[in-house]
């Protein structure tokens, strides 16, 4: 058998500001000879989020960091070609932490798979039936409990996380308003993904904006950015408000955190509450949230994007993207096709 080559990205050092292409190193080794209990995964699509800025800096988050030199961790689907574990077979579809990489050895450290539920799209566990969708799910509905005929305000509302917690605020039966980046991104929160409007952070006056779409105020905001947009939908939160915090991609690629909202008094005066968290806090009912967000897909009442990108070489520069707001819904690479 002729040897397999792994084409693999490590992390060759900490980003400062803005993450560059240069922040990672391309290598191609021979695929180690599987050990018991390990399997061989080749990758066939590869995610890339925002979370992973994260684990390039020297910190302690949810997860540890990755290390200089370590191949640079990502989830990935993938189909086992290989194995010396019993609970894994030739052919097999698994999703988890595989790595950006062609191949992965799983079955040590944190790169495991999960097996793929029979016939979904291979796509889908890496975004809408997965991390991005369920993140979506449990944000919204357990924190932001939205109610009927409520208001929902939804930041970077043309992403993966965002696109999916607007659509799930109007399966709720909530008026909702969507922030995105250019016209574009705009006219799809309204005319695909059936919101009732829309705002151009690059454009509009985002604070003068939330007030004019949202005149009762804002009852569930859901925050992907942070930043000066938060600041903007804290100015015009409803009583009782919920917000949610999700995540703040504004401010990963600052050298120096930005300060807080200064408007956090309102959260006091509007007898309001902000909350974070994380997703893998939900683990234990990812089954449940991933069957209810692939029937909704299948029955035509969440529409989902995928933005594909090709080729492990391509790895880095798809990652970039996110960070240009350049992905319209879930950001992808394709590496493998499966057998
Ligand atoms: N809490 C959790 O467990 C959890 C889990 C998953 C994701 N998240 C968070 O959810 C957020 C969305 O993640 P995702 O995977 O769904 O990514 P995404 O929304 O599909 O992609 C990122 C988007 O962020 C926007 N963006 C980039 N720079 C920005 C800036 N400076 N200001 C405002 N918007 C900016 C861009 O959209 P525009 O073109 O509209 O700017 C870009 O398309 C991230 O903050 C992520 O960290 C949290």
Request: net charge negative.
């Amino acid at each position: 058998m002729t040897e397999r080559i792994n084409r693999q990205w490590l992390l060759a050092r900490r980003p400062v500001g803005m993450v560059s292409a240069s922040d990672f190193e391309f290598k191609q080794e021979p695929v180690p000879e599987l050990a018991d209990g390990q399997y061989l995964v080749r990758n066939l699509y590869i995610s890339l989020d925002p979370t992973m800025r994260g684990w390039m800096e020297d910190r302690e988050s949810y997860m540890p960091p990755v290390s200089i030199g370590e191949v640079m961790r990502c989830s990935a689907v993938g189909q086992v070609i290989e194995s010396r574990n019993p609970a894994f077979v030739e052919g097999d579809i698994v999703s988890g932490l595989l790595g950006m990489q062609e191949y992965a050895v799983a079955g040590q450290g944190f790169i495991h798979g999960a097996p793929v539920p029979d016939g979904m799209p291979l796509t889908w566990p890496l975004g809408v039936a997965g991390l991005t969708g369920m993140t979506a799910y449990f944000g919204l509905l357990e924190l932001g409990k939205p109610v009927p005929g409520e208001t929902v305000l939804v930041s970077g509302a043309a992403g993966a996380t965002g696109s999916v917690a607007a659509q799930i605020a109007k399966l709720e039966g909530c008026r909702v308003v969507g922030i995105a980046g250019g016209p574009e991104k705009c006219s799809l929160l309204t005319d695909e993904f059936g919101l009732d409007g829309a705002i151009d952070y690059k454009a509009d006056d985002v604070e003068q904006r939330i007030k004019e779409l949202c005149p009762d105020g804002v009852n569930v905001y859901f925050d992907n950015v942070g930043g000066s947009i938060l600041e903007a939908a804290l100015a015009n939160l409803a009583k009782g408000a919920r917000v949610v915090l999700c995540g703040g991609i504004s401010g990963y690629s600052e050298k120096v955190p930005p300060p807080g909202p200064r408007n956090l008094m309102n959260l006091v005066m509007q007898r309001s509450r902000m909350e974070g968290f994380i997703i893998i806090d939900y683990v234990a009912r990812f089954p449940e949230a991933a069957a209810k967000l692939a029937k909704w897909v299948g029955e035509g009442k969440i529409v989902h994007r995928e933005d594909v990108q090709e080729g492990i070489e391509n790895a880095p520069e798809t990652f970039l993207r996110l960070f240009r707001g350049q992905n319209i819904g879930k950001q992808l690479l394709k590496v493998g096709e499966a057998t």
